[in-house]
């Protein structure tokens, strides 16, 4: 089911049936501003001079915790979208709120956003308008971008190679969701797959790997809150929700936060710094369930981390050039990719040809003369004993 429709991820039936929360208890509700050194990081940053792109179903400006937020817009969907989803995810990144202490603070309060519409619908409508977006959200000066979708796929189109190249190329930092349990997403799916894209998995409130609103992959990157979250939601109302639709514009905006207080980083130092300085969770190292492990805006923000050149999530690039050759594409390797680090082996899409059983001749030269001469003294071994079990079984018949 290679569908957008479904799996823009928060937990629809969640908000659907949630109750709405009052303005003045709001604040309250984001018990992850402190839990997860947000508000002690704003005392370095607040994301001020950085752009976050909210690539989504539409994001309503004119909520009391929008506005002022939005610089610039853009439909590719061709609808308007229906910015509920869009909405809640961009209050997350950068909401404002509004009165003294009222509303949706969002992690980068003082950071733009682009507001991106896109179509949510079989892939034949929804890819072009996903590069599209990118694009244009790099054009129009993104320092962050952020992916609260999935294609349920492990692949995805080549035209998203040469968007995230682009950005790659122009130093944007790419924020993506892991995808839900809950709605379907069983496995983490692209854009989250993304060699270089920083992927968000979700955790509860006691900050345990979420069963039903995360998935779990090798490409996690750093993990953050997806349930019992509050969102803005179009016409200046409120909604709890779940999901790391959530968790991803909480990245996002943390990444911002790093971008307004270390400008001379590249979107590979930003990466680093951000999952360098993780509370641990899990296994020792990276983790399949949290990644490098549990969001820390404040040390993200403050730490002394040593420079880096390289992304930590992995080299888009080098996928491309090993994976998009015209002679056939690379076949995965079960097992070898133990992080999503710089010299990781690339995740191969699903659609990979059978591998043939014998060795091709590229394979035989690689190997040298010595197998062939394993090889021909066994074929000779063998020759050699068939013809005695014939020589005997001529002497029993003339027996």
């Known amino acids: 089911m290679r569908r957008l429709a ?11 049936a949630a109750t709405p929360a009052h303005a003045d208890t709001i604040r ?22 950085t752009i976050i792109a909210v690539i989504d179903s539409g994001v309503d400006g004119s909520h009391p915790d929008l506005a002022g937020a939005i610089v610039d817009s853009a439909d590719f969907s061709g609808t308007g979208g229906d910015k509920e989803h869009g909405t809640m995810v ?3 990144a950068a909401g404002r ?3 003294s202490d009222d509303g949706v603070i969002g992690a980068a309060p003082e950071a733009g956003i682009l507001a991106i519409s896109i179509g949510f619908g079989d892939d ?7 590069a599209e977006a990118v694009i244009w959200a790099v054009d129009h000066g993104a320092d962050v971008i952020n992916l609260s979708f999935t294609r349920n796929t492990l692949d995805w189109p080549e035209s998203w190679d040469e968007a995230f190249l ?12 892991a995808g839900n349990r809950g709605s379907g997403t069983a496995v983490v799916g692209a854009p989250a797959t993304i060699p270089g894209v920083l992927t968000v998995g979700g955790v509860t409130k006691a900050g345990i790997a979420s069963n039903d609103a995360s998935s779990q992959g090798i490409t996690i990157g750093i993990s953050a809150p997806s349930e019992q979250l509050v969102g803005a939601s179009p016409g200046g109302g409120y909604v709890l929700w779940s999901g790391t639709s959530g968790a991803a514009p909480i990245v996002a ?3 911002a936060l790093v971008r307004s207080a270390h400008p001379e980083l590249d979107a590979a130092g930003v990466i680093n710094r951000i999952t360098s300085t993780a ?7 990276v983790d399949a369930l949290y990644g490098f492990g549990l969001l820390d805006a404040a040390a993200a923000v403050a730490s002394d981390v040593p420079t880096v050149s390289a992304n930590p999530m992995g080299s888009l690039e080098d996928w491309v050039r090993l994976n998009r050759r015209a002679d056939a594409p690379a076949a995965p390797t079960p097992g070898s990719i133990a992080a999503p680090a710089p010299d990781s082996t690339p995740i191969a899409p699903p659609d990979v040809g059978v591998v043939g059983l014998l060795p091709s001749v590229a394979q035989l030269r690689d190997v040298g003369v010595g197998l062939l001469v394993y090889v021909a003294f066994g074929a000779t071994a063998l020759m050699l004993l068939v013809a005695a079990v014939r020589h005997f079984r001529g002497l029993r018949r003339r027996e």
């Open 124 to 130: 034949a409508t929804s890819d072009p308008q996903v």
């Open 90 to 92: 961009a209050a997350l």
């Open 253 to 255: 905006g943390v990444a």
């Open 6 to 16: 479904a799996v823009l991820l928060a937990a629809f039936l969640v908000v659907a």
């Open 28 to 49: 309250t509700r984001e018990y992850w501003l402190d839990d997860y050194g947000i508000r002690d990081a704003w005392s370095v940053s607040r994301g001020a001079g």
């Open 97 to 99: 709120g509004h009165g």
């Open 166 to 177: 682009y950005a790659d190329e122009h130093d944007v930092v790419m924020v993506a969701a």
């Open 279 to 285: 509370r641990p969770a899990g296994a020792e190292g």
